[in-house]
């Protein structure tokens, strides 16, 4: 071949190969392009979903914040000893009347009533329900990864042919909410049912405990476990369950006996989990 085409030739395949290399350097500049693009959209929309959360979470506490104070109105001006009430107990009621201010108002009053004439002086002493602590039906220690209080209640201490103790479910209920905080206002229970049998079987009680949960202290349980349950419990929960309402039946979980431990915790660091659950907190009496 003559030297002239031999130069034109490889002359010819070196433009073709460096054009061959700009179009592959161009389509890589188009692809990172592309990436970019795609990512900051991503990211836009990450932005844009994170802002309309935050939008809603305000409104919605504007909401609640406007609902508080129609509330407070209306209470305080039907009964004068609600204004040393604090807005945080306001919202509950709200809250478990789906920020119904007539209905959230109604259930309020009830509840100051009730607490008047339950406990005159104000709170439950000790020495009121000796008798009941001293058979250690309810422990309270540790919280859950939330930090929300546990509590933890044995069934099978309880007998349904003596006296229920009114007193000692307020006495529990306030001890625990005492440990709650303005950030945190749940409370975890766990229902330990092992050894419970028809002796134990007190469907008043059951029942006046849950009115006492859901009439006044609303919006307070943040979780109930009830573990070890015997088949011939769930001949009493048909009759209980009825009278639960559907915000409370959110929260109940039925656990696994062979999933007790894993199932805790994924709520409970092992560290604050019961001992006699798998974890390494033991039970002391503390009421």
Same mark, same amino acid.
């Given at each position: 071949?003559?030297?002239? =085409?031999?130069?034109?030739?490889?002359?010819?395949?070196?433009?073709?190969?460096?054009? /061959?290399?700009?179009?592959?350097?161009?389509?890589?500049?188009?692809?990172?392009?592309?990436?970019?693009?795609?990512?900051?959209?991503?990211?836009?929309?990450?932005?844009? #979903? %994170?802002?309309?959360?935050? %939008?809603?979470?305000?409104?919605?506490?504007?909401?609640?914040?406007?609902?508080?104070?129609?509330?407070?109105?209306?209470?305080?001006?039907?009964? +004068?000893?609600?204004?040393?009430?604090?807005?945080?107990?306001?919202? *509950?009621?709200?809250?478990?009347?789906?920020?119904?201010?007539?209905?959230?108002?109604?259930?309020?009053?009830?509840?100051?009533?009730?607490?008047?004439?339950?406990?005159?002086?104000?709170?439950?002493?000790?020495?009121?329900?000796?008798?009941?602590? =001293?058979?250690?039906?309810?422990?309270?220690?540790?919280?859950?990864?939330?930090? *929300? +209080?546990?509590?933890?209640?044995?069934?099978?201490? %309880?007998?349904? &042919?003596?006296?229920?103790?009114? !007193?000692?479910?307020?006495?529990?209920?306030?001890?625990? /909410?005492? *440990?709650?905080?303005?950030?945190?206002?749940?409370?975890?229970?766990?229902?330990?049912?092992?050894?419970?049998?028809?002796? &134990?079987?007190?469907?008043?009680? /059951?029942?006046?405990?849950? #009115?006492?949960?859901?009439?006044?202290? +609303? !919006?307070?349980?943040?979780?109930?476990?009830?573990?070890?349950?015997?088949?011939?419990?769930?001949?009493?929960?048909?009759?209980?369950?009825?009278?639960?309402?559907?915000?409370?039946?959110?929260?109940?979980?039925?656990?696994?006996?062979?999933?007790?431990?894993?199932?805790?915790?994924?709520?409970?660091?092992?560290?604050?989990?019961?001992?006699?659950?798998?974890?390494?907190?033991?039970?002391?009496?503390?009421?």
């Amino acid at each position: 071949m003559p030297f002239m =085409a031999i130069t034109t030739v490889s002359s010819s395949l070196y433009f073709l190969a460096e054009d /061959c290399d700009q179009n592959k350097l161009k389509q890589g500049i188009r692809k990172e392009e592309i990436s970019s693009m795609t990512k900051t959209r991503e990211m836009d929309t990450t932005d844009d #979903a %994170h802002q309309a959360q935050q %939008h809603k979470a305000t409104s919605k506490g504007m909401v609640e914040q406007t609902k508080t104070s129609l509330l407070r109105a209306a209470v305080e001006r039907q009964d +004068p000893s609600s204004k040393g009430v604090d807005d945080s107990t306001l919202r *509950r009621f709200l809250r478990a009347r789906d920020l119904d201010v007539q209905r959230a108002s109604a259930m309020f009053l009830k509840y100051l009533k009730w607490r008047r004439e339950f406990v005159p002086n104000g709170s439950i002493s000790p020495s009121e329900v000796s008798n009941e602590i =001293a058979q250690n039906k309810v422990f309270v220690q540790g919280t859950d990864k939330k930090g *929300r +209080p546990i509590m933890v209640a044995f069934g099978s201490r %309880h007998y349904q &042919n003596k006296e229920s103790s009114e !007193e000692l479910k307020l006495y529990v209920l306030d001890k625990i /909410c005492a *440990r709650t905080s303005p950030e945190q206002e749940k409370f975890v229970v766990l229902a330990d049912l092992q050894g419970w049998g028809y002796a &134990n079987s007190d469907v008043r009680g /059951c029942l006046a405990a849950l #009115a006492i949960l859901q009439d006044y202290y +609303p !919006e307070r349980l943040g979780k109930l476990f009830i573990v070890n349950a015997p088949y011939i419990f769930m001949a009493v929960w048909k009759i209980i369950y009825p009278f639960i309402d559907n915000n409370t039946k959110k929260k109940i979980v039925f656990v696994e006996n062979k999933k007790l431990k894993s199932t805790l915790l994924e709520d409970i660091d092992e560290s604050l989990t019961p001992d006699i659950y798998g974890g390494r907190l033991p039970l002391v009496p503390v009421l």
